[in-house]
């Protein structure tokens, strides 16, 4: 008796000291009226080095983290510049917490905390930790020898394993299937990305209920792109961003380098040179292990990908390139590949979120250097995307932003598939035809 009070207090004990860095942490909606406010925010944002959870655009108010110290401070300068905003979240740590208390008593109360045989795969209840999903992988491989192989793209900075399946029916070798290449975590906060590579890798692998899917295509799924930062945002701090990188300043007082904003395309023209800045560009292109890694599977497989999909969170688009706004010469088929996706999910998505936007990044998002889906279109990979899975309610529920609630996991697994679906039988398609002619 004693000793089971003594772990549910070490429980309730390390919930309650986890997330201290985030007491009082505001989350604050800023609207932009007027162009010249998009300046006066920027320059706010950069000053007090802010957390931008999400850019502003016609439709939508910017969502930014303001730590608790500083709120007075960029209220008034807000104020001053004419702005109007509205706290979204007075005190985000008692979000955090309630996602850990969701999060436990859904692993306590259901099948996940079962045990499950590998034919069973992971369950869609809990966003599943790194070691999880890693061995997951290797049993995979092993239970499915024809089908499933297992590589690793590389070794992350903390020498972690960047593992990827393959999953084929004709063993890698078939040319003249196209290969779909789907890809989430880089950014380690972005939790409820990860359901939906593993919904993918459940309908190729364990529950194939569309044959042609795995006839008709070759698969390469990367769970979990930035290994070390996916860990270190279970462990220390759940809205980590970048990789894990060292060296930058006294003490590491800042680390880890945005990998969205390594990669050889722009590189540094509109991102950060400030290690302490959650987009910081690292010291020049692919000098992070983690996405020379992936440009390494690009490489290597870069005459067969006809698409790449890199999922992200939040909110509900489909984005292609450039982040400089010029366009890529095939941009009218990429919007309609583009609208086909995010017809299928909002078809199937939960009436109280929004409607897929799609479009060149710029146009809905706004101006980015660097980034991974970009570097995939200029090395020719036909149909690169970037995807913003939507956030749980991300207005009026419980949750906010990168905060899942784990009711909407398996949704959003199921939901991003049917838009994963959508571009695997236009790759099929797309690539006989060009590979008739
Ligand atoms: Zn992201």
Redo the contacts with the bound molecule.
């Keep these: 008796m004693y000793k089971l009070c003594f772990v549910i207090c070490l429980f309730f004990y390390s919930v309650a000291a986890k997330h201290e860095q985030y007491e009082g942490h505001a989350l604050y909606n800023v609207h932009i009226r007027f162009t010249d406010q998009i300046d006066v925010l920027k320059t706010v944002e950069a000053k007090y080095n802010l957390d931008i959870w999400s850019y502003a655009a016609q439709d939508r108010p910017e969502v930014v983290l303001v730590p608790r110290v500083l709120r007075e401070t960029v209220e008034d300068e807000l104020q001053e510049a004419g702005m109007e905003f509205e706290v979204q979240v007075e005190n985000i740590k008692e979000k955090l917490d309630l996602e850990d208390t969701l999060l436990a008593s859904a692993a306590a109360s259901s099948k996940s905390n079962r045990s499950r045989s590998v034919v069973e795969g992971l369950s869609f209840d809990v966003i599943h930790t790194f070691e999880v999903v890693d061995q997951y992988l290797v049993d995979l491989a092993n239970a499915y020898p024809d089908k499933v192989t297992l590589r690793s793209a590389g070794k992350s900075v903390e020498g972690r394993d960047i593992k990827y399946l393959r999953i084929s029916t004709s063993n890698f070798e078939d040319r003249r299937k196209p290969i779909v290449f789907v890809q989430s975590l880089?950014?380690a906060r972005?939790w409820v990305t990860l359901p939906a590579t593993l919904y993918a890798i459940k309908k190729l692998v364990l529950d194939v209920t569309e044959q042609d899917l795995v006839r008709d295509v070759d698969w390469i799924i990367m769970p979990i792109a930035n290994p070390d930062g996916y860990v270190f945002s279970h462990t220390n701090d759940r809205f980590w961003r970048k990789n894990r990188a060292r060296g930058f300043m006294v003490d590491d007082i800042c680390m880890g380098v945005d990998l969205?904003r390594n990669f050889d395309i722009f590189w540094g023209t509109i991102s950060s040179n400030d290690a302490c800045d959650k987009s910081f560009h690292g010291r020049g292109p692919f000098s992070e292990p983690e996405s020379a890694a992936i440009r390494d599977v690009f490489a290597e497989y870069s005459n067969r990908i006809e698409v790449y999909l890199d999922i992200?969170?939040f909110g509900s688009m489909i984005l292609f390139g450039f982040g400089n706004g010029a366009l890529p010469p095939n941009a009218l088929v990429m919007n309609l590949l583009g609208v086909r996706m995010a017809t299928a999910i909002d078809a199937v998505k939960w009436p109280q979120h929004r409607n897929y936007v799609v479009g060149n990044i710029v146009h809905v998002l706004g101006h980015v250097s660097g980034c991974t889906s970009d570097y995939a279109t200029t090395i020719g990979i036909p149909f690169a995307y970037t995807y913003e899975l939507p956030a749980y309610n991300m207005i009026h529920g419980v949750m906010v932003g990168f905060l899942v609630d784990p009711a909407f996991v398996e949704q959003a697994g199921f939901e991003t598939w049917e838009g994963i679906k959508v571009a695997a039988r236009f790759a099929a398609e797309s690539w006989s035809r060009r590979n008739r002619q």
Aim: no cysteine; aromatic share 0%; glycine share 0%.
């Design positions: 880089l950014h972005e969205n992200h969170s």
